[in-house]
């Protein structure tokens, strides 16, 4: 699954916005957000928090997203694309009960594919975690979006999300006297599912001005059995911020 809060996804909305003559050499769009998710991963408390929200691009093979990671296109076959991704996981571990693991945060590196449809993008990704649960993950994934007037736009996501059984013992095991305690086992072999949806909105405040709003929700659907560190299948997050634009462009 990629990080669990998601930062208003300007990269999503990209295809939303008005078609411009041609792409520009670089764009920038950096501001605060306000955020409200899980105290950790199966927690049924929440917390606010703030958070940057970061999308650039550089020409038309590279693009860097505090949320979606940098990516590098590197091959193109008509609408399909592929190439090389390097995440950032945020590790949500605030109130973890006693006997839980330190969950620290990951880069995950590894590649994707993806095809434009008329109506959106699909995209298949595979990482690998540097470091912390040092396992595998994946994405499934598909993006819509339309602009709705001049200066505001939606945009969607349908995903299913996967983590290796070395996700699920880092971030829902217990140490050995806190398992045996629960009856629990002393290593969780399950992988780690989810299936979710997002919605992103982005409302043109100036020309350089944009409010970003985002809300998901993930749903996980793996085996795994009632724990101190699980509580509930649900993963639902909601950001709401402001950003600016820059652009080699020079606005006409």
Known sequence: MRAPAILCGLATLAMAAPAVAADPDWTVDFGPAARVRPDHIGSTHYRADAVPILEATYGDRLSLSLDDGLKYRALRWGPVEAGAIAEYRQSFDDNLPAGAFRMSDVVELGGFAQTRTPIGVAEVRLRHAVGGYDGWSGDLSFDTGAPITASFSLA???????????????????????????????????????????????????????????????????????????????????SLGLTYHWSARTPR
Do not use: C
């Open 156 to 238: 969607g996501q349908a995903r299913v999300s996967w983590a290796d059984s070395s996700f699920t013992e880092e971030y829902f095991g217990l140490r050995p006297h806190a398992a045996r305690s629960f009856g629990l086992p002393r290593f969780l072999d399950e992988d780690f599912t989810t299936v979710g949806a997002e919605l992103d909105a982005v409302q043109q405040l100036t020309p350089k001005i944009r409010l970003v709003a985002a809300f998901t929700a993930d749903r996980i659907v793996g085996e795994l059995r009632p724990s101190p560190v699980f509580a509930s299948r649900n993963i639902f997050t909601t």
